[in-house]
């Protein structure tokens, strides 16, 4: 069986940005994780931009991935946009702040300069 969900990267200095669509799995979550460990080594605190266009969340094995790296990483992250299009997405936003360190902070799809321009203040 596909994984149905649609994962985007682009780095950015020390930004890395990545785009989800559809259903976020373990193996489309440990796509992108090197890339993050790679900027975290190079810079020491990195900054997230999250896209989430038409996604509809993680299964298991991507949930139980994610808790693993933020608990690694609590402290590496410095600031994250939270880019959606659904009123879940801004609650999640909400429910992340107390999991990190990081500022965190969501915008409506047409507010992307502005996650672009806070996440890099």
Known sequence: MRSTAHVDEFVHGRVFEVDLHGKLTRRDFKE???????LIAKYGKIRLVVMMHNFEGWDL????????WEAR???????IAIVGDERWH????????PFTTAKVC???L???EA???WVDA
């Not at 992108?32 to 790679?38: A, D, G, I, L």
């Not at 801004?90 to 702040?97: N, P, Q, S, V």
């Open 32 to 38: 992108f994780v090197p890339e993050t460990e790679k």
């Open 90 to 97: 801004e609650r999640m936003a909400k429910f992340c702040k």
């Open 115 to 117: 996650a672009y321009t």
């Open 73 to 79: 990483h609590f402290n590496h992250i410095e600031r």
């Open 61 to 68: 094995g991507a949930m139980w991935e994610e808790i693993k």
């Open 110 to 112: 047409r507010e992307l």
């Open 106 to 108: 969501y915008f409506h």
